[in-house]
């Protein structure tokens, strides 16, 4: 194991089938976050996983070259809420969800969900908060700066070097997802919303 590795995080599904690395580049380069939108709950209630309201689902954002999947890459799955919406990666073997990518690598952005990393302390503190509920039914971000400046160096860095190539969730060749999405249609979205 190199020095990097060793620093590196790990992550995997509930039931240990699919595993992986979160780079030490992208431990260093990513934000916390956490997101208290419709969609982030709707996924996570579609992954029959504990509803996080009122509270948030916590995530960290990062650029995708940065996770590697070591065991059970066979089993990575997508959906997607609507038929424009984000890729909602997951774990087929267990339901767990992993991340969320937008629909092309040629926006290089993974939200990691924190839950999937074994040691999310050294992730360090949450520094954004968006779509927090206000008293009067509205939402707002709390801090979005951190994201908005994380995610352009990022996307800079990624595009600049041709590293958003290489990710785990889209073909190198064709730039088509790895997995054929399961969007779901009006009726069954629906249920995940109230």
Known sequence: MSGNAA?????????????????????????????????????????????????????FQMAPEDIEIETGAEHLAVMQLSPKGMLRWYAKCCNAPLATTPMTPKFPFAGFIVKRILNPDVLGPITTRGFVPGPDGKQS??????????????????????????????????????????????????????
Do not use: M, N
Not at 16 to 23: A, D, Y
Not at 27 to 33: A, I, L, P
Not at 148 to 155: C, I
């Open 7 to 59: 620093r590196d995080l790990t992550f995997s599904c509930d039931c240990k089938t699919l595993s992986g690395r979160i780079k030490e580049h992208g431990v260093k380069s990513g934000t916390h976050v956490v997101c208290y939108c419709h969609d982030c709950r709707a996924a996570q209630l579609y992954f029959k996983q504990p509803d996080p309201a009122p509270g948030p689902v916590e995530i």
């Open 141 to 194: 971000h709390e801090k979005l700066r951190y994201a908005v400046v994380g995610l352009l160096k990022r996307t800079l860095r990624s595009r600049l070097s041709g590293s958003w190539k290489k990710t785990p969730f889209f073909k190198f060749e064709t730039g088509e997802p790895v997995a054929h999405p399961t969007v779901l249609t009006k009726e069954e979205r629906t249920t995940y919303y109230d």
